[in-house]
């Protein structure tokens, strides 16, 4: 069976340096690139399942975003934030050489990809924004504010997967095998305890939002929106309460008129472990 190569690069913040580390599929030499990007809290091997099926045709490259998985933790945690992680991939992008990229980004994973395409002479010719837009529900906000940043030990990994699995339900049915090879590399080992490997401070910046921080940044992010010029196909779980219905239907009305795909049974967000995620992404991502 495949499995990554464990990869970093330098990127600069505004205090110090820091390492971003990336999973890599497939043929280093492959022109054809594929960037894989998780969510706030999650890290780049939540991809396994769709790179796996993908490392054929793309060098498949999946970072865990600075502050989680075996990236460092920034010193200044109000940095965690769109700004750094753009400019991250930025780098990213430089060590790659890539001249064409192609883009599957997952809640914030999507965010940071809206904003890489919307740079001028950017690489990204196709844009996958899995259960993200530019408005974001007060509901999918306050429920994950409740979590973000707590705290927590666990004796065992199927302990930790029921604990994860609790604030998780909206990721929609997966098998015990399933949710445990999600569970595992969110964690490390601290003495005798399993701990979650992002860092807790991710939580300061997010807990600092206010109403009018919140009408900004999405003014912000419809502008960059509008300005996309590659094809961009929205996914959607049916019980999302961070995309609401009106705004992906926004999305497939403006900009760049997102093709819509969604799937019944999930809420936020869709973990593309499934058949059918899959192969919407894939049939995408390969289509003329």
């Known amino acids: 069976m495949n499995e990554p190569r464990l990869q970093t690069v330098q990127c600069l913040g505004g205090r110090s340096l820091h390492r971003m580390a990336y999973w890599e599929w497939g043929d280093a030499a492959n022109p054809r690139v594929l960037i894989c990007v998780h969510g706030l809290t999650r890290q780049g091997r939540d991809f396994d399942t769709l790179a796996r099926a993908l490392c054929d045709r793309y060098r498949v490259v999946c970072p865990d975003v600075v502050g989680r998985g075996r990236s460092d933790w920034l010193v200044d945690p109000m940095a965690y934030g769109l700004p750094q ?85 909206g990721f929609g049915a997966h098998t015990r095998e399933q949710w445990l090879a999600l569970t595992e590399p969110q964690l490390k080992r601290e003495g005798d305890d399993l701990v979650p490997r992002s860092d807790p401070a991710i939580a300061v910046p997010f807990k600092a939002i206010t ?78």
């Open 85 to 169: 992680y753009v400019a991250d991939m930025v780098s990213l992008l430089a060590r790659l050489n890539a001249e064409d990229v192609h883009w599957v980004g997952t809640s914030m994973g999507g965010l940071i990809g809206m904003g890489v395409a919307a740079l001028a002479q950017t690489p990204l010719s196709k844009l996958v924004l899995n259960d993200v837009g530019p408005r974001i529900d007060a509901a999918g906000i306050a429920r994950i504010g409740g979590y973000v940043g707590r705290p927590q030990r666990w004796r065992t990994l199927d302990e930790a997967a029921d604990t994860l699995w609790a604030i998780s339900t």
């Open 211 to 288: 109403p009018e921080v919140t009408a900004k940044g999405e003014a912000a992010l419809w502008l960059a929106y509008d300005q996309l010029k590659c094809p961009t196909l929205l996914l959607r779980g049916q019980q999302s309460d961070l995309l609401a219905p009106a705004t992906a239907h926004e999305m497939t009305q403006r900009g760049p008129r997102a093709q819509l795909v969604e799937f019944a049974g999930v809420g936020h967000a869709p973990t593309l472990q499934q058949p059918e995620q899959v192969s919407a992404v894939r049939e995408f991502l390969l289509s003329p």
